[in-house]
């Protein structure tokens, strides 16, 4: 692939240090995909409210992404952007702000990530009217899906339309459910949806197990690596730490060691973007061998990892395997 503007200005410019870092994960990966191999990318942090999705949605359309990861609120704030987008408030000077400031943003209905504010009512509660519908249905039915599945009923119906607000080809949570791509969300339930959910099992309104749980996708997964580890095997691309990482991870240590399978290979490749720095009992901050005792990845991995800002780091990687 012939490589554009962004991916020659990389190559020319980054040569030391945490961007050299940058290039050399980014030929990797490439490599990777190259040899036939899969990738899994986790996402943590707002990565989606940092509109991610513009180079995101990209790489899964183009297939050099097969497989996500990621917290219960990525999975939402990529819907909110695609619904509220002008409704956000930027603060550019959010360090400046008093207590009163913050408490008069809650008033207002804004939900503060940094210099950027979410709009509850435009957001939060457009999603649910639809979202509640689906889960009210499959509770009645009887039928149980997980919290991805129900998102992409949403996306898929169309009900959301009306109040599109960007384009949807840079809606990352768009294209993986026109792909019906695979995610796995450990912890949802640490999410706007996942507490509104609860609200509703507190109401008696839904039953628990209409929502398949974070076992179950431990379990998914773990007949997924097994179809898809052949070959040049399944690499991980880790965006941030938390549980979007350390929950997909594991599952082969979980197979070696607890299943006792020990024909299951290690990840194949191994990136990680993150501003977490290594210290004291840091699992997000820690560095890549130090997943070897944990048996997560073999000696031989190719590993990299590039202490910076993920929000600039990431679409910089994308667009090289992009060709931009």
Wanted: aromatic fraction near 12%; proline fraction near 4%; charged fraction near 20%.
């Amino acid at each position: 692939m012939s490589k554009g503007p962004v991916s020659q200005f990389i190559q020319h410019h980054y040569r030391h240090f945490n961007s050299a870092a940058l290039v050399d994960a980014a030929k990797g990966y490439e490599q990777h995909l190259l040899e036939g191999g899969k990738m899994m990318v986790t996402l943590a942090g707002a990565m989606s409210t940092a509109e991610l999705g513009i180079s995101l949605a990209e790489m899964i359309r183009q297939d050099k992404v097969h497989i996500i990861s990621c917290t219960g609120a990525n999975l939402e704030e990529d819907i909110m952007n695609l619904v509220a987008h002008s409704h956000y408030k930027r603060v550019p000077n959010y360090r400046d702000l008093t207590p009163q400031d913050e408490w008069d943003l809650l008033e207002n209905h804004y939900n503060r990530v940094t210099d950027t504010c979410i709009p509850e009512e435009e957001a939060f509660r457009r999603i649910q009217k639809h979202i509640h519908k689906l889960w009210k249905d499959a509770d009645e039915k009887g039928e149980r899906y997980f919290p991805h599945e129900f998102m992409y009923k949403m996306l898929l119906s169309g009900v959301l339309k009306e109040h599109y607000e960007i384009d949807t080809k840079d809606s990352w949570m768009m294209a993986a459910a026109e792909k019906n791509l695979p995610i796995v969300v450990g912890g949802w339930e640490d999410s706007t949806m996942g507490n509104i959910f609860a609200s509703y099992i507190i109401k008696n309104q839904l039953k628990a197990t209409t929502m398949k749980s974070g076992i179950e996708y431990m379990v998914w997964l773990a007949d997924w690596y097994r179809q898809n580890s052949g070959g040049k095997g399944v690499g991980f691309f880790q965006i941030g730490g938390g549980i979007a990482g350390d929950f997909p991870i594991c599952v082969v240590p979980m197979m070696y060691q607890d299943l006792e399978w020990h024909d299951v290979p290690f990840w194949s490749y191994f990136c990680q973007v993150s501003d977490s720095t290594t210290s004291f009992g840091s699992y997000s901050g820690a560095v890549p061998n130090e997943k070897i005792t944990w048996g997560k990845l073999g000696i031989d991995t190719p590993k990299f990892i590039v202490e910076s800002d993920a929000t600039i780091v990431v679409p910089l990687i994308f667009a090289y395997l992009l060709g931009w």
